[in-house]
């Protein structure tokens, strides 16, 4: 797993962000940072616990997107990290679930059949359509095909083999054009769990935001 300060400023607050898979910073570096330090994990291959260091902020912010909303619950549920506010954006934390996550079956055939060809067929699902796919290309990872095949692997394992650990999220954003954690799903996970904000977007939501603030502010 990787640790990656995307912004270390000596501020008072600090966002702890948790990526989705297969995922690098290029999804989240147009966001102005403003007065946060910003803390990126990624890379869930193996998961590895994180310090404590964090305690010494006033505020500590907790933002997840996608696989990386099971990957916040499953370290932070075992960490003493005092967080403010913590909010989910199209993920569940029970990623491999028929009605509350990505179907199993489904999550085993993106496993499958992971290859270049695929990923791009998986990144225009992601990000909206051809359209906005050409427009957010900077935005794709530029990890190795291998490296993510490895990485979504060892999150079946986990997943599968562990029961799964559950944090309180304040609030829980719901893409209605998400194609990979679908809408339903996502609302069965979280009615009654979190404050539901339904957007107008796909997998991928930074599209719509041009700073952490606003995500703060959901």
Known sequence: MNKIWLNKQGNKNCILYFNGWAKDENTVNHLDAGDFDICMFNDYNPISPIDEKFNEYSTVYLVAWSLGVWASAKLLSQSQIKITKAIALNGTQQPIDTSQGISPSVFKAT??????????????????????????????????????????????KEASSNMAAEINFDCALIGSNDLIFTPANQFNYWNARARIVEADVPHYPFAIFETWNEIIGL
Do not use: C, H, P
């Not at 051809?130 to 692997?153: C, F, G, M, P, W």
């Open 111 to 156: 496993l499958d059949t992971w290859n270049e060809k695929n990923r791009n067929k998986f990144n225009i699902r992601i990000m909206g359509g051809r359209k906005q796919y050409a427009q957010l290309i900077k935005r794709l990872s530029t990890r190795e095909v291998e490296n993510q095949k490895s990485e979504l692997s060892n999150i079946l």
